[in-house]
């Protein structure tokens, strides 16, 4: 069974999908079971560049993946920042190559929220 708003990888083309709503059976892609990338912390690499580090107004939440620019190439960047509460994604931003590593976010009730992260090359952080 598919893991809601989990993200997986097929790891023969790479394509990557994430889940909007989970039922029965088991995702394939190209003849095999797709991978769930399990989100790594700080304790895995410390804030450097992938951890997201998150930002609270009173209007908005502000996301940057590291406290060091994170590359933004061709070969190596941030896919895509999103922001979970209680388990559930509740806001996201796609990234592509040449732009920066982080997003702001209008969410009014900011509280216990975390911020993913999903590098193409290090995969799922979380903060």
Not at 50 to 70: A, D, E, M
Not at 93 to 100: H, I, M, T, W
């Amino acid at each position: 069974m598919a893991k809601q708003d989990g993200i997986y990888k097929c790891n023969i083309c790479g394509n990557i999908v994430s889940v909007l709503e989970a039922h029965q059976g088991e995702l394939v892609c190209c003849g095999q079971p797709m991978e769930l990338l399990l989100e790594k912390t700080i304790g895995q690499e410390g804030t450097e560049k992938h951890v997201p580090i998150v930002k609270i107004t009173k209007s908005s939440v502000k996301v940057k993946v590291g406290s060091k620019k994170h590359p933004m190439e061709e070969k190596h960047y941030i896919m895509m920042i999103q922001i979970v509460k209680d388990g559930k994604v509740i806001a996201g931003k796609r990234l592509a190559p040449g732009e920066k590593p982080s997003a702001i976010f209008s969410i009014k009730d900011a509280k216990d929220i975390k911020a993913r992260a999903l590098c193409n090359v290090h995969g799922l952080w979380i903060s």
